[in-house]
Each structure stands twice: as C-alpha cells, then as structure tokens.
C-alpha cells in the first residue's frame, strides 16, 4: 500500500505535521510506503479555468510543480490532506492545490482512491465544519472515498506532541490504512 501525505501548513514541526507524522508512522508499521509532500516547497499556480482538463488527456496546461505531484497521487491508494484551519478553511496553498485537482474529476484517475484529513486548529473539532466539508464534496467529486479525520485544538508550535491521546489517535488513523 503506498500513502501520500500532502502537507498545505508553511510550518515544520508544527501540529499539522506531527500529527501527520505519527499517522505515517502508523502505516509504515503495517508495511506501507510513505511519503511526504510539502505544498509549501513547490510552485503551484491557480488554476486558470482554461478548461483543458475536460478535453482530450484531461491534463492540466499549467507547467510547475503539480506536474511532479500529479503522478504521485495516481500511484497511491491513500492520500492524507494535512493544513491547519486559516479562518475556517484551508490554507491559501491547499486550497491552490485542491483547485488543481479538477483533471481527476474527468479522468477517474482518484477514484476509489481514500482520503484522510488532519487539520489542527486554535478552536477545536467545532470551528472545522466548513473544512471538512470542502474535503467531503471534494472527495466526493473526485470519486474518492472520504476514510476519516483527526481534528483537534492545537494553536501553539508542536503544542499536540504533548497530547498523547491524539497522538496515539493519529498512529492508530495509519495503521487503519
């Protein structure tokens, strides 16, 4: 089983990715290939609504870095979103990167592929309803099959490495995969 874990937080060692972390450390253990994608390392354009990715080979026009990451989601059988909550919502980079996904609604290529989310924020699972939202139409748009979620309040640096509840949560979320 492979999983990619697409991580829209600008912060290393924050709760986004420890959370994530322990989820692919939790997979890893079953016997899965894991990788990790930092949205914030790559130049990802917004999409330009040009509409060539419901023509032909339903490929996107823009050339930057979703073109390394296109594959990689093809190849894996799950796929981890990882941003902490701006203002009840993804941040801008996930968002760029969820608006580049409009080539997979024509091709199937995601279908029947499974779809996580960890998204830490100040307020809690409560501020998270329009997130997850997104996520689950999304999901549901890509033929994806929406596999679970860890949302927890966690606002300061790496502040949900002390919580071992929800960091026994995110390992057990992995091992699930």
Known sequence: MKV???IGSPRRGGNTDLLVDQILRGSTSRGSIAEKVWL???DIEP???CRRCKRGDHSCAIVDGMKGLYPKMEEADVIVFGTPIYWYGPTGKMKLFIDRLRPYIASGKLSGKAGFVVAPSEEG???CGPTMEMFRMSFDYLGMVFSGSILVA???RG???EDE???ERAYQAGRSF
Request: aromatic letters at 10%.
């Open 159 to 161: 502040a949900v490495g």
């Open 125 to 127: 699972p409560g501020c």
């Open 4 to 6: 990619i874990a697409i």
């Open 40 to 42: 914030y390392d790559i």
């Open 47 to 49: 999409c330009i609504d």
């Open 154 to 156: 966690a606002y300061e």
């Open 165 to 167: 509840v929800e960091m």
